[in-house]
């Protein structure tokens, strides 16, 4: 079995529980966002399991560009309060916070597609 900080792994395996965390949060915020947006429908248990997943991403250090853009996306996930650009990026004249913040978690995903 490889170090997880070992050259020789993987970037999946260097970053497996980041990136696998990073899929379950996405589907959970998918899951808690209707045609209204935000978490106004969202059961107590749901809330708590995302902020319980943003606290594990917020703990677990990036190796790689894959792991980074877990990171990067939970927060833009709390930057925007989960409102209409979560998944669409920032509406036309944003602020230069949000706009920097959505083109560095697209380099990171870039990135991470190139291996």
């Known amino acids: 079995m490889a170090d997880a900080d070992s050259s020789t792994a993987s970037p999946n395996e ?10 379950a ?14 978490l106004h429908g969202a059961t107590d248990d749901q809330i708590h399991r995302i902020c319980t997943m943003e606290d594990r991403i917020a ?21 925007c ?7 669409a990026g920032p509406p ?10 959505w083109g560095a978690l697209k380099d990171a995903e870039r990135l991470a597609a190139r291996g």
């Open 14 to 23: 260097q970053d497996l529980e980041l990136i696998r965390l990073g899929e």
């Open 92 to 101: 036309e004249g944003a602020s230069i916070t949000r706009r920097l913040a």
């Open 25 to 38: 949060y996405m589907v959970l915020l998918r899951d808690t966002h209707g045609p209204s947006w935000g």
């Open 59 to 79: 703990e677990t250090p990036a190796r790689t560009a894959g792991g980074l853009a877990v990171r990067l996306f939970a927060l833009w996930s709390i930057e």
């Open 81 to 87: 309060e989960r409102d209409e650009s979560l998944f």
